[in-house]
């Protein structure tokens, strides 16, 4: 069991007997004495993918669905969905758009590291790292000597998405994002 201050994002609990991922999580504390700490969270019900909203008091807690967790490499993406391969079978298996929309702008052909979310030996999601380097494909060019300055600017990586980068970084950077929160963390090294 998983008490409510103790969620995280992108972890899968039981909720209504059904496997899903924690998408969002807000806290709000209390204003009064004695009032207890709310948890409201977004969840994906990885079966039906529909969302569902939940609050939990701080003493709440939901069990860590049963699932197995198995290495797969993301191999490509095409008209029909995103390709991957079981790294202990080599076994393929493709999912739909709609099922990654929040992993896909992060993931590159051939991208290891990940995980296929396993239940009775079906795939009902994926896990990401939760740290990529991608290297900025389109950005202003870099301002000599604003390295200094906490301003930011756009920046677009190789997989399309965008992110805030410090404004002297140019374009062929290969940069280091927060998967869970779309965040430049710094250069990769």
Known sequence: MVPAKDFKRRMVVEIDGAPHMIEHIQV??????????????????????????KTYKGTDSLSESSFERRPIQFLYRDSDGYHFMDSADFNQFSLVPEDLEDQAPYMTENMEGLDALVVNDEVIGIEIPDTVDLPITETAPGVRGNSATGRTKPATLATGVIVQV????????????????GEYLGRAN
Do not use: C, F, M, W
């Open 28 to 53: 709000q504390t209390p204003s009064a004495r004695g009032a207890a700490t709310l948890y409201k969270i977004k969840a994906r019900n990885l079966k039906t993918r529909n969302r569902v909203e």
């Open 166 to 181: 410090p404004e002297h970084l140019d374009q062929g950077v290969v940069v280091r994002v927060d998967t869970r929160t």
